[in-house]
């Protein structure tokens, strides 16, 4: 089985930063690659499909890049309403998540 | 408005089973396939089981094969999850999701494996 290694697993940075969240996969994945955003209580919201194709009616802050088995997930200016915990997940093989990354305000 | 909602949760003793559905409205449900993901109190989340469009592969993770069963109905916009040998460890926020890729999600139901 694939593995997803996602880093950090919390995060804290001020409003207007750039903030950028890496997973590495186990094996070549190539780009298949989703982020997901969730917010306490709710379900996960697809952000970056193929890993780097934007969800229709996701902010172009958000952003992904990478392929083969590192990967990238950037916010550019971060706003109090990007608290939330990400997470990316591979569907190459049987699907895998990382571990998650939980953002919060500095 | 593309809907998936989920139902069947509930407290349920080790050994136990239950069913979950999920209704499924507004997107072509036939035309894509359908997953189930959980997430245990306090947990990150956890990929469970993927069914084809018309039921030809289904893929479990190794935590709950051989215990649950996943179907659809795509006559009736459905899909399901049959848990038998329930264990304290399944505990947790059961998710139906779906589309070209993982775009459609339900609310979530909750199951809670407990003597």
């Known amino acids: 089985d694939i593995q997803m290694t996602q880093s950090p697993s919390s995060l804290s940075a001020s409003v207007g930063d750039r903030v950028t969240i890496t997973c590495q996969a186990s094996q070549d994945i190539s780009n298949y690659l989703n982020w997901f955003q969730q917010k306490p209580g709710k379900a996960p919201r697809l952000l970056i499909y193929d890993a780097s194709n934007l969800e229709t009616g996701v902010p172009s802050k958000f952003s992904g890049s990478g392929s083969g088995t590192d990967f990238t997930f950037t916010i550019s200016g971060l706003q109090p309403e990007d608290i939330a915990t990400y997470y990316c997940q591979q569907y190459d093989n049987l699907p895998a998540f990382g571990q998650g990354t939980n953002l919060e305000i500095k | 408005e593309v809907q998936l909602v989920e139902s069947g949760g509930g407290l349920v003793k080790p050994g136990g089973s239950l069913r979950l559905s999920c209704a499924a409205s507004g997107f072509t449900f036939s035309s894509y396939s359908m997953y189930w993901v959980r997430q245990a109190p306090g947990k990150g989340l956890e990929w469970v089981s993927s069914?084809?469009?018309?039921?030809?592969?289904?893929y479990y993770a190794d935590s709950v094969k051989g215990r649950f069963t996943i179907s659809r109905d795509n006559a009736k916009n459905s899909l399901y999850l049959q848990m038998n040998s329930l264990r304290a460890e399944d505990t947790a926020v059961y998710y139906c999701?779906?589309?070209?890729?993982?775009?459609?999600w339900g609310q979530g139901t909750l199951v809670t494996v407990s003597s």
């Open positions: 999701a779906g589309g070209y890729n993982y775009n459609y």
């Open positions: 069914i084809t469009t018309g039921s030809s592969y289904i």
